[in-house]
């Protein structure tokens, strides 16, 4: 089977950073900050996030969508260069010329200067040629000396930290395009001016932490930010948490929901942990924020970057998490679920921000460094819940559920061990390098073309949908230690987390740096442990320096909910039941519907002839190309098929629903004898 779409004459080369794409990006530039004002400021996260929705509709070949989404966009936001410049492109590939040109000009004149990428790019091929385009050029050789004296004048200055209040607004805030979020920047009063209360609960956890902050033995948690995205719905107060500064942001900020749900759009130059104790709760795609972080193009980058960047945010997972199966597709060391609605977040906050303020100052800032201070919270977090009863414990899910129980807490132990930690103890999270795996076929073993089987890859998680009809997912692994101050050597351990032991095996060499996974086909039943199903399979590796094991980086095996297989013995499919029970849910973020059943058939070699489909009371039959049988011969075996392509619509529930439609393009066959029940083309 082949996916119907209009053919493209040439690869749209886009101008957004860091997005996986059949169109190849060749460009990086970026919005420059003195062309923007406050108002434009803080809507680039929007503007940005609207971007990519039109940058995976290309990478869909969806043309004509993404033309009118464009328009859209560009009329909003008439300032925003990279909308500009890819509205520019699309048009001039759709041979609208004049409008192209428009719409580069505007680019032009909001900040693009790559002179050199206008003549690489072969999207503009149709007006590289006009005088409009060649005069476009030479007017940026002239730009280069104004745009500097731009820039002299246009300086962000950090914003001092004043009575625990951190303020986001225009004059210390830019647009990062490398990131594509917002970087805030702050002055904290010193350590020695700070309160000497850290917490100002009347409880052990608290007593001990003051104590050990009093006698210089602890950071505190002056120099920490505390980001509230749910405006104070959930939140902790500057009463109990004296050291604590707590985000504040601009009206204009506030307006464009800079400080709302769950944080993709901005980054502080400081330790943060923040929370928002909200959830989409409508609609066909409502999820909590760990979902949503999950299955939003470059959420899991961005979690990732808030990781290495000393972030760290806790979200309720509301309905996804329930005692009989969560809905989450991933786990992750990035973030923090907690099992609950409004306000399961805070205690977790408050085991945060005491794990924070129990280093040692010297251990704080080192990790802080090198980007691991949230790694190692983690570890200390999950190492001293009361569900880790023994080391073993510690490699399983007892330490690392996909949601966390509030009462599993142990603040004090926590304290302690964090305030333990000495200079060089900690490993760092693994980084991980995938070096092959193997991968749907499309039209053969993969009929998903617009969900590709990568969920998110990032150097210390990662997910795989499974939509391969193939018996056994396969991938191969690389892993580093990511401290840079480590010293001696650094082992890595491999274990399985969730799913079937007997249908994984893990081939691990050089103390686990590399390691062979397989990973075979998991029913439903291989993904209820004790009454609770969970649709991935989880597979961890720690590093381990002799003096601490870090927190766990995680490969994630994501199995459709519903979706039924029978293999053979020598794993081929026999068939595939598409078909789910009324009122159950599947993510139609990640699943499409499809209402049939397949069942495959092979020839004495164990090649693939062909399938035969039931859908409702059709039986249609097609060849191993994919292609539905039109004429047979005398033995039953396909002489003329027709290809079909698959069209995607959406049902009145939001669900992507696939259905198959002629495409008026004929596959011939002729077989070499009787026993051939293959064949071969003839056209």
């Known amino acids: 089977m082949r996916h119907q779409h209009k053919k493209l004459a ?8 860091a997005v996986p794409l059949v169109f190849s990006p060749q460009i990086s530039h970026g919005q420059e900050q003195q062309h923007l004002s406050p108002q434009q400021l803080f809507a680039m996260p929007s503007a940005n996030d ?29 300032w925003h260069m990279d909308s500009q410049y890819l509205y520019a492109s699309v048009l001039a590939v759709k041979g609208h010329k004049e409008e192209a040109l428009d719409a580069l000009q505007m680019a032009i004149d909001n900040g693009f200067d790559n002179r050199q990428i206008l003549f690489k790019d072969a999207n503009l091929a149709n007006i590289q040629k006009e005088p409009r385009f060649q005069k476009m050029v030479e007017a940026l050789l002239n730009k280069t000396e104004s745009k500097n004296k731009a820039e002299a004048a246009t300086q962000t200055v950090p914003k001092t930290v004043s009575s625990q209040q951190a303020m986001v607004d225009g004059t210390n805030t830019l647009w990062e395009p490398r990131f594509e979020m917002l970087w805030s920047q702050f002055v904290f009063n010193d350590r020695k001016v700070a309160p000497a209360t850290v917490q100002s609960f009347n409880d052990p956890a608290a007593k001990k932490l003051n104590t050990l902050f009093q006698r210089g033995l602890a950071a505190g948690n002056n120099g920490d930010l505390y980001d509230n995205r749910d405006r104070d719905h959930s939140k902790l107060t500057e009463k109990q948490y004296p050291q604590l500064a707590h985000v504040r942001y601009s ?30 709760t409508s609609g066909a795609f ?12 470059g959420g899991a980058q961005k979690l990732y970057l808030q990781h290495v960047r000393n972030h760290l945010y806790v979200y309720p997972a509301v309905k996804d998490y ?28 408050r085991a945060v921000a005491s794990i924070l303020a129990a280093f040692k100052p010297e251990v704080k800032e080192r990790l802080a460094k090198d980007g691991q201070l949230m790694s190692a919270v983690q570890m200390i977090l999950r190492k001293n819940l009361k569900t880790v009863k023994k080391p073993e414990h510690y490699f399983s899910t007892k330490a690392h559920p996909i949601a966390f129980a509030a009462d599993q807490l142990q603040l004090e132990k926590m304290i302690e061990h964090a305030n333990g930690l000495n200079m060089g103890d900690y490993p760092g999270l693994p980084l991980l390098k995938v070096n092959s795996e193997n991968k749907p076929i499309a039209g053969i073993d993969n009929f998903v073309g617009q969900m590709p089987e990568p969920l998110f890859t990032t150097p210390s ?16 692994i690389e892993t580093t230690a990511s401290r840079s101050d480590q010293k001696g050597d650094v082992t890595f351990r491999w274990v399985i987390l969730r799913g079937n032991p007997e249908k994984i095996s893990i081939n691990s060499e050089d103390d686990g740096a590399k390691a062979e996974i397989k990973v075979q086909w998991h029913t439903r039943k291989d993904l209820t442990i004790k009454g609770h199903y969970s649709g991935r399979v989880e597979i961890a590796v720690f590093a381990d320096n002799g003096k601490e094991v870090s927190a766990p980086a995680i490969l ?41 059943k397949d069942s495959f058939r092979y020839d004495e070699k164990n090649r693939l002839i062909g399938w035969t489909r039931v859908s409702g009371d059709e039986k249609t039959e097609f060849t191993y190309h994919g292609a539905k049988i039109i004429s047979k011969d005398n033995l039953g075996r396909a002489l003329k098929a027709e290809q079909i392509g698959l069209l ?20 011939n066959y002729q077989y070499q004898n009787e026993k051939d029940l293959r064949g071969f083309l003839i056209n």
């Open 10 to 17: 040439v690869t749209l080369c886009l101008m957004v950073a």
């Open 50 to 78: 609207r971007v990519r929705s039109v940058i995976s509709a290309l990478s869909r070949r969806q043309i004509d969508g993404a033309l009118k989404s464009l328009e859209k966009i560009t009329a909003t936001y008439p």
């Open 251 to 280: 009206p204009v900020a506030a307006k464009l929901n800079t400080d709302y749900g769950f944080n993709t759009r901005i980054l502080f130059d400081a330790p943060t942990l923040g929370n928002s104790s909200t959830a989409v």
């Open 286 to 297: 409502w999820r909590s924020h760990s979902r949503l972080g999950y299955t939003t193009p």
């Open 322 to 349: 329930s005692d009989t199966e969560d809905l989450l597709p991933a786990n992750t060391p990035f973030l923090i679920t907690t099992i609950g609605k409004s306000g399961s977040d805070k205690p977790y906050l």
């Open 461 to 476: 998680s990662l997910s795989r949908v499974i939509r391969s009809s193939a018996f056994e997912k396969t991938i191969n």
């Open 556 to 596: 994630n095996f994501y199995y459709p909910p519903y979706q039924e297989r029978v293999y053979d013995p020598s794993g081929n499919l026999l068939s595939i039941d598409h078909r789910e029970p009324a009122g159950s849910y599947s993510d139609p973020q990640l699943f499409v519907k499809r209402d049939w």
């Open 648 to 667: 995607y619509n959406r049902d009145k529930k939001g669900r992507m629903v696939i259905e198959g439609e002629p495409l008026g393009r004929y596959l």
